[in-house]
C-alpha cells in the first residue's frame, strides 16, 4: 500500500510587510505546497504581494498576542506540517527533500538556523545565531503573549536550513515588545524568562540604567542550568554593565561564570572587551589585567564557531583575531599583529584589511 506524501504549509502573520514580503516568498516558496498569510490589518501592498505567490489569505484583529495569532494562522492551515516564518527571514540554503526526510522520522520538531543582523555603535552590521523552533506537525499550539514558545512534548531538532533576518536593522520594534513583556512580567514577576526578554530589550534600546535592574532579577531568578536562555541573558548583562562602567560588579559576574561558560566563545568575547574598557578607564588600577586581553582573545579562536552556541559571528573567528592584531600592534608587536591581521582579513573582515595597509605605511 503507498504511504500518503504528507504536506508542508508555510504559515505566517504579517502586517505592513511590503519591504520584505516578496523576497521572502520568492525564496521559500520551493520549500512548501501551499502558503497561508494572516494579515493583522495592513495598509500598504502586503495582501497585494500575498496575492501574487496565490497565498490563502485570512484576516486576524490584532490584540497584543503574537501566540493567539500564531495559533489562528496555524488553523487556516490544511497541510500535514507547518514552517512559520516573518517576513523578514530569508531562505539561504535548504532543500524540500531535507522536510520529507524530516517529517518521515515524526515526533519531533524542527529548529531553522537564524542569522539576525543588527548594527554596532560603530555602524558595523554584525550577525548573531539563534535555532527558533519554526517546523511543526499540524495541530501545534503555541503560548506566551510576546515571544511566543511552541508547546510541544517532543524532542527539538536542528533542521539543515539556514535563514537571514534583517528585522533588528529596521528597528521601531523594542517600544512595542516592551510594552507587551512588561505587561506579561506584571502577572509572572519572578518568570527568568521574561525578565530576560526585558533586559535584553532594553539593552538593545540603549536603556543601559533600567535594564540594569532587570537583569539583576534576571541573574537571581534564572536555574543554573536546563534554561537555554541564560547564556544570552549573563553574556549581555555583562556587557550592560560594561556600558554603565560597573567594572567591579562585572568582573564578579565573570569570575563566576568561568566554569559554567569556559567553553563558549561569547562569554570570552565580553571578558576579553571588558578587561580592555576597565584598563582604558583606569590603567594604575586595572594594569593586571593586561594578559587576560591576550589570554580571553585566544581563548575565543581555540573554541572557534559553534553555530549551535547561538553567539555572535566572528566572536569564535575574525573578531577574536582581529582584536588579537590590535592588541598586538598597541603593544609594538608588528610581526604578530599582521599574522592576526591577516587572519581576520582571510575571513573577509574588512577593517583587518585597513590595519593592514596602515601598518605597511
Known amino acids: 500500500m503507498e504511504v500518503p506524501v ?8 504579517v502586517k505592513n510587510e511590503s519591504r520584505s514580503l516578496r523576497k521572502c516568498l520568492a525564496r521559500v516558496k ?88 543588527y548594527r554596532e555603535d560603530n555602524g558595523e552590521i554584525s550577525q548573531s545565531c539563534v535555532y527558533p523552533v519554526r517546523f511543526v506537525p499540524k495541530g501545534t499550539r503555541y503560548e506566551g503573549r510576546i515571544h511566543e514558545q511552541i508547546v510541544s512534548e517532543f524532542p527539538i531538532v536542528p533542521l539543515p536550513l539556514v535563514f537571514d533576518h534583517d528585522g533588528y536593522l529596521q528597528g521601531g520594534k523594542g517600544e512595542r515588545n516592551l510594552e507587551i513583556l512588561l505587561e506579561v512580567l506584571e502577572e509572572n514577576p519572578e518568570d527568568s524568562y521574561i525578565l530576560y526578554q526585558v533586559s535584553r530589550t ?12 532587570y537583569f539583576e532579577r534576571f541573574y537571581e531568578e534564572v536555574s543554573e542550568v536546563g534554561t537555554g536562555y541564560r547564556v544570552s541573558g549573563v553574556i549581555s548583562y555583562i556587557y550592560n554593565l560594561l556600558e554603565l562602567e560597573k567594572y567591579e560588579q562585572g568582573f564578579r559576574i565573570i569570575e563566576n561564570e568561568k566554569v559554567r561558560l569556559k567553553e563558549y566563545a561569547d562569554y570570552h568575547f565580553a571578558c576579553g572587551t571588558f578587561y580592555t574598557k576597565a584598563i ?29 552556541h547561538e553567539g555572535v559571528k566572528g566572536n569564535g573567528s575574525y573578531k577574536a583575531a582581529y582584536n588579537l592584531g590590535v592588541w598586538f600592534e598597541v603593544n609594538g608587536k608588528t610581526q604578530e599583529a599582521f599574522k592576526y591581521y591577516k587572519m581576520a582579513k582571510d575571513k573577509g573582515y574588512a577593517p583587518a584589511g585597513e590595519r593592514i595597509k596602515e601598518l605597511k605605511r
Open 30 to 117: 520551493k520549500l512548501v505546497d501551499e502558503i497561508y498569510i494572516t494579515d493583522t490589518g495592513s495598509t500598504d501592498d502586503t495582501i497585494k504581494i500575498a496575492e501574487e505567490f496565490g497565498a490563502h489569505i485570512s484576516t486576524y484583529e490584532w490584540r497584543n498576542d503574537f501566540a493567539a495569532a500564531r495559533n489562528y494562522a496555524l488553523e487556516q492551515s490544511d497541510c500535514d506540517w507547518n514552517l512559520v516564518l516573518d517576513a523578514d527571514e530569508y531562505l539561504l540554503s535548504g532543500k524540500k527533500r531535507e522536510l520529507e526526510r524530516f517529517m518521515e522520522k515524526g515526533d519531533r520538531i524542527g529548529a531553522i538556523r537564524r542569522y539576525d543582523s
Open 202 to 213: 532594553l539593552w538593545l534600546m540603549k536603556n543601559f540604567e533600567r535594564a540594569e535592574t
Open 6 to 13: 504528507k504536506t508542508i504549509g508555510l504559515v505566517m502573520i
Open 280 to 308: 582604558f578607564s583606569d590603567v594604575q588600577k586595572y594594569v593586571g589585567l593586561l594578559p587576560k586581553i591576550e589570554e580571553s582573545y585566544r581563548r575565543c579562536l581555540e573554541i572557534g564557531e559553534i553555530p549551535e
